[in-house]
């Protein structure tokens, strides 16, 4: 009987060693993790399943709560900041070309103490309501970086400097990774800024110098700066051309006459008369730029319907809509994106619309939450694009790279939590998700673009160094 039982034992342990030899075996088979991660089609299915009513949810004005409280879940099981693996940065031979009629919005106006002696904009004030009975019902003040910054997001970078040369040249790095051809530089004159911010002109030459080492174009996004009229955005438009006009990162854009024009973005232009405008962008005004050294493609804010004329009295060479809020004015309404393409077809003006991932500013204006849009897990963005693509513009641009406040960035952002603050995030995915849509939209437009821009006898609008 021992006997019996040792062979037993014997024979059991020879099966015990095959199943173990097998479960192994079994696991070397195992695909080797691919460089983006898990496969890019397969990483949106868990918003499959989370996806509700798509409309009802962009006009949800619950979703700041909602999505807190998600991240307190998650956040439970995590470390306060998660960093993104190096391995999952795609390799440049595995990228599709810089798509040039892609552009992205760029700001330059961040700074911290160890670049420039102090925080910038990450201490952005809690802005006021204009009814101040509003006002009353919320809190003031400023908010107390590193941990406390104004944004319901959170940067991978930190709360950087804007002058760090190493974030320049990460955030071109992260354009390029996307395939976005030109960055729209917000911009000031030279020792003028926004009223939460310092001058950024002498960061030109670094950004332009940066951009070209990934073959990126830089063109100009001009901000509405005090006294903004055609005699100073004459001068403003010469300083520009003379100072950085020959950079090989200078964006210009060949028109169908064969010209090679800079290009040049101009933020709330409804708010300067037309007249005005027409005394610089029409051939017989007092200012005129047309036909000189310093011809340009002008391109006008399209806010409120009644905008349109106005910009073509103007003078202006195009329409950009900016804001990301669907719904939140005329021009930012995806349902609206095809009678403004046809309107600027009557009139042989360029149409460029403007998407955004999403949009929350609610860590600057807490009274503002009816015009967040929950970014889905990115489908918000996606169909922005569905929508821009439809209209066959000239170019689309993106709202935008890093504007934190209004949380429309597609920079990579990374979950974090403190004592009192929990940020959102881009989980159940990845912090570079946004531009991994981007690079993925940005493909598809290259190739829808050649097909109808042939069809219209466009020209090519690669820039010219």
Known sequence: MAKFRRKTCFILSLFILLFFSLMMGLKMLRPNQAAFGDPFGLDLLPEIRQQTHLTKVFDSQKSDKINSEANIKNLKT?????????????????????????????????GNPQFDGKYIHWDHPVLSHWDPGITKKYPKGK???????????????????????????THMKQMYSASIGVLALSWYPPDMNDENGEPTDNLVPTILDKAHKYNLKVTFHIEPYKNRDDKNMYQNVKYIIDKYGNH???????????????????????????????????????????NSPYDALFIALLVDKKHRYGILRGGFDGIYTYFATNGFTYGSSFEN???????????????????????IDTSIRPWNSQNTRNRINGKYYETALRAALQAHPSIISITSFNEWHEGTQIERAVPKRTSNIVYLDYRPHKPSLYLELTRKWSEKYRKERAIYALGHQELSAQPVS
């Not at 908010?143 to 040249?169: A, K, N, T, W």
Request: aromatic share 20%; charged share 20%.
């Open 78 to 110: 995590e470390e306060s900041t998660v960093k993104a693996s190096v391995a999952s940065e795609p390799r440049p031979e595995e990228l599709p070309p810089l798509n040039y009629y892609l552009h992205v919005f760029y700001y330059s106006w961040y």
């Open 143 to 169: 908010h107390r970086p590193p941990d406390d910054i104004g944004s319901r997001f959170y940067p991978e970078l930190g709360s950087y400097s804007s002058r760090d040369p190493s974030v320049i040249e």
């Open 248 to 290: 090989p990162a200078f964006y210009r854009y060949k028109t169908k006459n064969g010209n090679a024009l800079p290009m040049f973005y101009i933020y709330d232009s409804y708010i300067t008369a037309s007249q005005k405008w027409a005394n610089l962008l029409t051939s017989s005004g007092s200012q005129s730029i047309r």
């Open 337 to 359: 994106w095809a009678n403004i393409k046809y309107f600027c077809d009557q009139f042989d003006l360029m149409f460029i619309p403007s998407v955004g991932p999403g949009y």
